[in-house]
C-alpha cells in the first residue's frame, strides 16, 4: 500500500472513521455544553433529567471511542504531509493521543464518579451499567473534580486541535482539514 | 377501643408481674412492649430516570405492644424524624425538608397508628391503621412478620406508597415522570420483652 504514488487512497480517512469523528464531535460539544450549564442547576427534575441525558450520552461516547480505537488499529490514517516539521509531527502525534486518553478517561471518570457518589447509570433508563466502585462520597467528590479538571484539559485540547485544523487549511493550505470532511474522497476521484 | 384495651392488657400484665412477682409465668407466651429505636430502621426505595435508589430514616420511635398469643390485641404507634432522612442523593437530603416536600419545619414527624391487627398465619400479619405525613392522613394496611431474635421480637415488612397522597414532592415535582409516585417502604422494627 505504501508503495503507491503520493496521490494514494490513503490519503482520505475511510468513511466510517469519518462518521465516528463527526458523530463524537457534535456529542462531544453537547455533552460538554451541557455539563457546564447543568451543574450550576438548582436541584430540580429538570437539572435530574439532565444529569440522565448526560450520562447516557457519555456512555454512548464511551462505546464509540472504543470503537473507534479498534477501527483505527486495523485503519492507519492517512500519513501527515511531508511538508510538515518533525516537531509539527510530533505535536500533532502527541495532540492526538493527548484526544483519545481524554475520551477513554472522561466518561469513565464519570461512570466512577456515579457509582461512588452512590447514583447509578441506567442507559437511557433501560440498561444498568454496572457499578465499578462502592458508594464513597469522598472518592465521589474527587471523581467529580477529576471529571472536571480533565474537562478543563480536554476543551484546550480540542481548541489547539481545532485551530491547528483551520491554521493547516489557511495558513499550510495543505488537505488535513478537507481530508477528514465527507467529500474529499468523491472530489479527489474526479 | 383497641388502644383502650390494649392499655388495659398492657397494665393488667404488668399489675400480674408485680402481684405474682415470684411465679413463672414461662407457660404464657412472653409479650413484647416498646420499641428498641436504635435497633430499628425504616428505609425506603424508589425510582429517580429509571434508577433505583435507596433511602433511610436514621432516627424513628414509638410504642407497641404485642402478645403472640393475643395478636389481634397489639397496637402500634410509630413516629418517624423525618429531618434524619438520607435519600441516596446527597443534594437531595437538605432539599427534602423543604416546603415542596416534607415540610419538616412544620411537620417534623410521619406518624403510623394501628387500628386493628389480623393475623394471617405463620408469624404473618396484616396491620391496618392511620399513616401521617405533612399533615395528611391516609388509611393503609401494612403486612409484617413476626420473628424472635433472642428476647427481642423483630416486626419486618414492606409497602408501598405514594408520594402524591402526601403532597410529598410539590410543584416542579408533583409530575412523576422523574421521580416516581411509588415509595417502597421498609421497615424493621425491634421490640423488648415486658418484664
Do not use: C
Not at chain 1, 477513554?104 to 464519570?110: R, S, Y
Not at chain 1, 476543551?155 to 478537507?178: E, M, P, Q, S
Amino acid at each position: 500500500m505504501s508503495g503507491a504514488t503520493r496521490i494514494a487512497p490513503g490519503r482520505s480517512y475511510t468513511s466510517v472513521a469519518k462518521l465516528l469523528h463527526w458523530i463524537m464531535a457534535l456529542m462531544i460539544f453537547g455533552l460538554i455544553g451541557l455539563g457546564l450549564y447543568m451543574e450550576g442547576l438548582p436541584f430540580s427534575p429538570d437539572k435530574l433529567k439532565y444529569y440522565s441525558w448526560h450520562k447516557w450520552a457519555g456512555v454512548t461516547v464511551f462505546v464509540l471511542v472504543l470503537a473507534r480505537l479498534a477501527w483505527r488499529a486495523r485503519h492507519r490514517p492517512p500519513a501527515l504531509p511531508t511538508t510538515m516539521s518533525p516537531l509539527m509531527r510530533a505535536a500533532a502525534h502527541g495532540g492526538h493521543a493527548a484526544l483519545y486518553l481524554l475520551m477513554v478517561a472522561i466518561p469513565l471518570t464519570g461512570w466512577l464518579m456515579s457509582s461512588a457518589k452512590g447514583v447509578p447509570t441506567v442507559w437511557f433508563g433501560v440498561l444498568p451499567i454496572p457499578d465499578l466502585l462502592d458508594k464513597n462520597e469522598d472518592l465521589g467528590d474527587l471523581l467529580q473534580a477529576t471529571h472536571k479538571y480533565l474537562n478543563w484539559v480536554f476543551i484546550a485540547t480540542l481548541l489547539a486541535h481545532i485551530g491547528a485544523a483551520f491554521k493547516h487549511h489557511l495558513v499550510d493550505k495543505d488537505d488535513i482539514l478537507t481530508r477528514m470532511l465527507p467529500n474529499f474522497t468523491r472530489e479527489t476521484k474526479t | 377501643m383497641t388502644t383502650t384495651s390494649n392499655g388495659f392488657a398492657a397494665s393488667f400484665a404488668l399489675s400480674a408481674g408485680l402481684v405474682f412477682g415470684g411465679l413463672s409465668l414461662s407457660a404464657h407466651a412472653i409479650d413484647y412492649e416498646g420499641i428498641i429505636a436504635e435497633q430499628s430502621t425504616v428505609s425506603f426505595r424508589y425510582t429517580q430516570m429509571g434508577v433505583t435508589l435507596d433511602g433511610q430514616f436514621r432516627q424513628m420511635d414509638g410504642q407497641l405492644s404485642f402478645d403472640p398469643a393475643k395478636p389481634e390485641e397489639a397496637s402500634a404507634v410509630i413516629e418517624i424524624d423525618l429531618a434524619s432522612i438520607t435519600t441516596g442523593m446527597r443534594e437531595a437530603d437538605s432539599e427534602v425538608q423543604d416546603k415542596a416536600w416534607f415540610d419538616t419545619g412544620n411537620f417534623p414527624t410521619a406518624r403510623f397508628e394501628s387500628s386493628a391487627v389480623t393475623s394471617i398465619g405463620e408469624g404473618r400479619f396484616e396491620v391496618a391503621g392511620t399513616l401521617s405525613i405533612k399533615g395528611m392522613s391516609r388509611p393503609v394496611v401494612v403486612p409484617a412478620t413476626f420473628r424472635t431474635d433472642g428476647d427481642i421480637a423483630v416486626f419486618e415488612g414492606q409497602f408501598d406508597l405514594l408520594r402524591g397522597d402526601f403532597s410529598v414532592g410539590e410543584g416542579a415535582w408533583a409530575k412523576f415522570d422523574i421521580l416516581a409516585n411509588e415509595i417502597q417502604v421498609h421497615f424493621n422494627i425491634a421490640a423488648k420483652a415486658a418484664r
